[in-house]
């Protein structure tokens, strides 16, 4: 299961033209390892909460839907997810998919245009798709916010920019 990012870069990084192409894209594989990392500790544990299912617009799963906490209710695969497991979290039965999706395998590459981010995940379970399931809990998995996007782009930028100035040596000081 591969949680991905593509970038294409518009106008240039400062202290990139002292460098060449081959070393620029060292840079740029860098820094996007270390976004990995990133997307891998701040937003890989929100797919299996509550307020995630909200923000990436899970399905309802059976049992959801009513809120009641009847006999029906108790025969759903919530209700018995509740009874046996205790949670109600998404993408979560036993826990076993949850502590799988702690390992990761993230590769990036770059080339004159383009950027490539790709976070593997080990959840074999979720490529599973149980006959008349109406959804898919991978496409679910694989879910970017745009908000997200926004704070990975961001540090990426300035990663790119202070690697570049470290390289050319030159830093900017605010005059008062």
Same mark, same amino acid.
């Given at each position: 299961?591969?949680? /991905?990012f593509?970038v294409h ?5 400062? /202290?990139? !033209?002292?460098?060449?192409? !081959? ?12 976004? /990995? ?13 509550k307020?995630? =299912?909200?923000?990436?617009g899970?399905r309802?799963?059976?049992g ?11 025969q759903?695969?919530?209700g018995?997810?509740?009874?046996r497991?205790g949670?109600?979290d998404?993408?979560?039965?036993t826990?076993q998919t949850?502590?799988? !999706?702690?390992?990761?395998? &993230?590769t990036?590459t770059a ?14 379970v979720l ?12 496409a679910e998995?694989?879910?970017? =916010?745009p908000?997200?996007?926004? !704070?990975? =782009? ?7 920019v202070? &690697? ?6 030159t ?6």
């Amino acid at each position: 299961m591969e949680v /991905g990012f593509t970038v294409h870069l518009n106008g240039a990084v400062p /202290g990139s !033209a002292q460098l060449s192409q !081959a070393n620029f894209n060292r840079v740029k594989k860098h820094t996007w390892i270390k976004r /990995g990392h990133q997307w891998h500790d701040q937003f890989r544990d929100i797919h299996f909460t509550k307020q995630g =299912a909200a923000k990436y617009g899970y399905r309802k799963r059976v049992g959801e839907e009513s809120g009641a906490r009847g006999k029906k209710f108790w025969q759903s695969y919530t209700g018995e997810k509740l009874r046996r497991f205790g949670h109600t979290d998404p993408l979560v039965y036993t826990g076993q998919t949850r502590r799988r !999706a702690r390992q990761r395998k &993230i590769t990036a590459t770059a080339t004159k245009t383009k950027s490539k981010l790709r976070i593997t995940l080990n959840t074999p379970v979720l490529k599973f798709r149980p006959k008349g399931w109406p959804y898919s809990l991978r496409a679910e998995m694989v879910q970017v =916010a745009p908000d997200e996007v926004k !704070a990975i =782009a961001k540090e990426q930028g300035q990663d790119m920019v202070r &690697i570049m100035r470290g390289i050319s040596g030159t830093t900017s000081r605010k005059i008062r």
